[in-house]
């Protein structure tokens, strides 16, 4: 829980820099390349998360992996976090972070779970439908679970809308065994 407190801290501090220098795609973009980039590469992320190399090591090596590739003021951000020995969080960071930039632009970030793919029509009618619920312009990803049967589980946030065939049997059962009690 300390961890979340700590993340939402460090992402909001960062969130409101960037926001004041009118920055935050290139914040985004930023954070998606170091966490990215710490995952693709096993050795910095040791060398990050090493708590017997000093910050100066540490700042010398996000130097020189990322001088070219972020900002200087993301570059400054990893410097803060280093000092602080936050690096671990950055992906928590990157999160949450993003999480900020949708509540900022009214936007809300939806799963879509179907038995078989949608279809182009099918998408846009189901973002154009979550739209109009939420009042929120929707990011819609896509999966497929064939153990749905048909139809569509939908999740946006802690909110679930489960359409499918086989959320309407479950129901249906659970009705059934409640009406013979």
Known sequence: MADDAVVRRYAAAFFN????NGTLDQA???????AATLVATPALARIAAHPLIGEAKKKDAFQTAFKDSVRPAT?????????????????DIKAEFDQMLRRERNVAAATAISAVPLNDTQRTELERALE?????????????????????????GDTV??????GKIERLREQLIAANR
């Not at 109009?132 to 749905?148: A, H, N, Q, W």
């Open 161 to 166: 809308i489960d359409g499918t065939v086989k």
């Open 75 to 91: 570059l400054a951000f990893l410097n803060l976090l280093t000092d602080h020995r936050r690096i671990p969080l950055v992906a």
């Open 28 to 34: 985004s973009a930023d954070l998606q390349n170091v």
């Open 17 to 20: 820099q960037e926001r004041r």
């Open 132 to 156: 109009k619920r939420t009042g929120k312009d929707i990011e819609l990803t896509t999966e497929v679970d064939p153990s749905l049967m048909g139809g569509v589980l939908v999740r946006i």
